[in-house]
């Protein structure tokens, strides 16, 4: 497996510091004896990557998945949270205000998906990061992002490390690690990992659906349907 930044499409992108930045990260979840960084030329912006679970995608997924992960995302951030990692990752804070709420705000102009997407912003767009949650996050939990090795260890890899509050990444994980399956079971295991109650969650969780959900309408993808139904059950817990 090869780092991300040498691969082409959006890390093609200021690969060199998409490169550092998702070594460093690496580096500091997984440590030895359970490294994954095998090799790095920063020279060339390249690094090698352990195998993991000796199989393209790594080894099979256990049935008991969804607690392995949330596991495994409490435990990196427990590792963040003792990092220095000050000044070397881009802030959750900016990435929201100048990316997420201005895209979100611009295509919420054109939507024609009805008063969810109203509902969705209000209940989402006053997030506020809590300190004490700050940490290092992955930012990027789609399932194929996180491998298996073969004793049922989970792996997560390809990031786009950025420092911020943890909500993010549940709320990223619970939305979009599968989307439309097992959401309900992934927000019960967020709080339970975490500790963050699913009232502070689901707020992140509204921006994060709307957000996909406003992408989707835009590029004809056929998700579409299914993040209605998710950001409908939602928003159907209410925010208190």
């Not at 690690?177 to 707020?203: F, M, N, W």
């Not at 139904?229 to 939602?234: A, M, N």
Request: neutral net charge.
């Amino acid at each position: 497996n090869c780092c991300a930044a040498s691969r082409p499409g959006r890390c093609r992108r200021n690969a060199s510091g998409r490169y550092a930045r998702e070594v460093r990260a690496l580096r500091i979840w997984h440590r030895e004896p359970e490294h994954v960084v095998l090799a790095a030329d920063d020279d060339l912006a390249v690094a090698a990557f352990t195998p993991v679970g000796g199989a393209p995608g790594g080894a099979p997924r256990p049935a008991h998945e969804n607690g392995l992960v949330a596991a495994a995302v409490a435990r990196v951030h427990e590792a963040g949270r003792s990092a220095p990692v000050a000044g070397i990752f881009p802030a959750l804070q900016d990435h929201l205000a100048k990316e997420v709420l201005p895209r979100v705000r611009h295509r919420l102009e054109t939507t024609a998906l009805g008063p969810r997407t109203g509902s969705a912003f209000r209940g989402g767009a006053g997030i506020r990061e809590h300190p004490a949650r700050r940490t290092l996050l992955h930012a990027d939990l789609y399932r194929e992002n996180v491998l298996f090795t073969e004793d049922g260890r989970p792996v997560l890899l390809d990031p786009l490390p950025m420092t911020g509050d943890a909500a993010y990444d549940w709320a990223f994980w619970t939305i979009y690690y599968e989307v439309g399956s097992g959401t309900e079971d992934r927000l019960h295991r967020a709080r339970l990992a975490s500790g963050i109650p699913v009232g502070q969650l689901l707020p992140w969780c509204l921006l994060l659906g709307l957000d996909g959900l406003l992408y989707y309408e835009t590029t004809g993808d056929a998700r579409l349907t299914v993040m209605t139904g998710v950001l409908d059950s939602l928003l159907g817990k209410g925010t208190g």
